[in-house]
């Protein structure tokens, strides 16, 4: 089993910066593949950007540039460097752990069989 914990979330201004960060437990060498994702109310999970073990990274073409994802392996830690924040990317961030199942692609909640409960984050203008 895998846990994963997100935090960093909060109220930024348009144009702030977030970071976020989600803490993995359990048995974590199961996992090949993670990302974060994000839901709008009213709109459909979307992915961001995800990343390998040997720490391969994709992007979402449209956030490409201002979302950075990275890992510390050591820490069992996934980042999310989130800069130029606008009042769009207000939503409820997830982060997701693949270690078993159908692969669909790192943009597809299907991929993920483990998910955290989500950090909320808001941008004012």
């Known amino acids: 089993q895998v846990q994963l914990v997100e935090s960093g979330g909060g109220s930024v201004q348009a144009g702030g910066s977030l970071r976020l960060s989600c803490e993995r437990f359990?048995?974590?060498?199961?996992?090949?593949?993670m990302a974060w994702f994000r839901q709008a109310p009213g709109k459909e999970r979307e992915g961001i950007a995800g990343?390998?073990?040997?720490?391969?990274?994709d992007y979402v073409e449209s956030l490409k540039g201002r979302f950075t994802i990275s890992q510390d392996i050591a820490k069992n830690i996934l980042y999310l460097q989130m800069n130029n924040l606008q009042p769009e990317d207000t939503a409820m961030y997830f982060c997701?752990?693949?270690?078993?199942?159908?692969?669909?692609?790192?943009?597809?909640?299907?991929?993920?069989?483990?998910w955290g409960q989500g950090t909320q984050v808001t941008v004012s203008s």
């Open positions: 997701a752990a693949a270690s078993s199942g159908t692969w669909f692609g790192f943009d597809r909640p299907g991929s993920y069989n483990n």
């Open positions: 990343t390998n073990r040997e720490g391969r990274t």
């Open positions: 359990g048995y974590t060498q199961s996992i090949y593949y």
